[in-house]
């Protein structure tokens, strides 16, 4: 597996290095361009052509460095995958559609909307299918100068939906910010204080919230919080249960300038098998859950 590595390590250094004389190029066409103005058009000239040319370099580099991202994904990542869950099918630039993200019910609409690196599957018989999201808001400044157009990130994490087969009624919410997209909700105090200091419910029943969240689930649900950090939310609706985390993290993505080695593929890893840890912290794949 080293060699396999080696050979995405060396062209990843050869797209860095591209990266880096375009960038010194591109900063110093800026600097003789600026420069230029106040002192002599033909430099000015120069400087322009020289930061063209370490903006084409720069170009190169970063594309040359996209392919080994997406070639490690297809050659090793799927790979990797398999051996962990037998029944995955990794799809690196699909992802779930909007319908899928907003029908967790506690995601806002965005103007901006971007997901990949979509998997599914099953785990003990449990079905789901999860994928990275980035949701984006578009703000409008208004200054002396002019109109500003800028978008603002406000969930970048994954977003998971599992089979969920234990009857009930109406819709159930755990969250640890926000509140449900829909109407007819009721906020919901349950027994442990300390779950409620933690997480805010809301339930369309009040006996679909103690149904659903038992004591052994509401201890899970707390689990998974310490484990794994980031804000989480939880939707229970239909035959449907909805996770995402919102942790600032693109997953599953090579960095530029971090060499690939082991402890980036336990990362990976790691972030696969949260699909298990759900399934098997939350009792999912037990006949509790079946119909």
Do not use: C, W
């Amino acid at each position: 597996m080293e060699d396999k590595y080696l050979k995405f390590n060396t062209e990843k250094k050869n797209a860095e290095k591209k990266v880096i004389i375009g960038g010194i190029i591109l900063a110093v066409g800026v600097i003789m361009t600026i420069g230029g103005q106040a002192a002599a058009p033909a430099i000015m000239v120069i400087g322009i052509i020289v930061a063209l040319v370490g903006l084409i370099f720069f170009g190169i580099g970063f594309g040359a460095f996209s392919k080994v991202k997406k070639s490690f994904k297809t050659e090793v990542l799927t790979e990797m995958f398999k051996e962990a869950i037998p029944d995955v099918v990794y799809s690196p630039t699909q992802g779930l559609n909007q319908q899928e993200v907003y029908e967790t019910d506690f995601l806002k609409r965005a103007d901006r909307f971007h997901t990949e690196d979509k998997l599914s599957g099953s785990v003990d018989g449990v079905s789901f299918v999860s994928s990275d999201v980035k949701l984006e808001e578009r703000h409008v400044q208004h200054t002396k100068n002019g109109t500003r157009v800028y978008y603002v990130v406000y969930f970048l994490g994954r977003v998971f939906k599992f089979d969920f087969n234990k009857e009930f009624v109406g819709s159930l919410h755990v969250l640890e910010a926000g509140s449900p997209r829909s109407k007819g909700f009721d906020k919901v105090k349950l027994e442990s204080i300390e779950f409620n200091k933690k997480f805010k419910t809301y339930s369309t029943d009040d006996l679909t919230a103690f149904y659903i969240l038992t004591p052994p689930i509401m201890e899970a649900i707390t689990a998974i919080e310490k484990k794994h950090p980031g804000r989480i939310s939880f939707s229970f609706r239909g035959d449907f249960m909805y996770f995402a985390i919102n942790n600032n993290k693109d997953t599953f993505e090579v960095q530029m300038f971090r060499k690939i080695d082991e402890s980036m593929i336990e990362e990976f890893k790691n972030d696969l098998l949260m699909i298990k840890d759900l399934i098997v912290t939350l009792k999912l794949n037990k006949n509790l859950f079946k119909k």
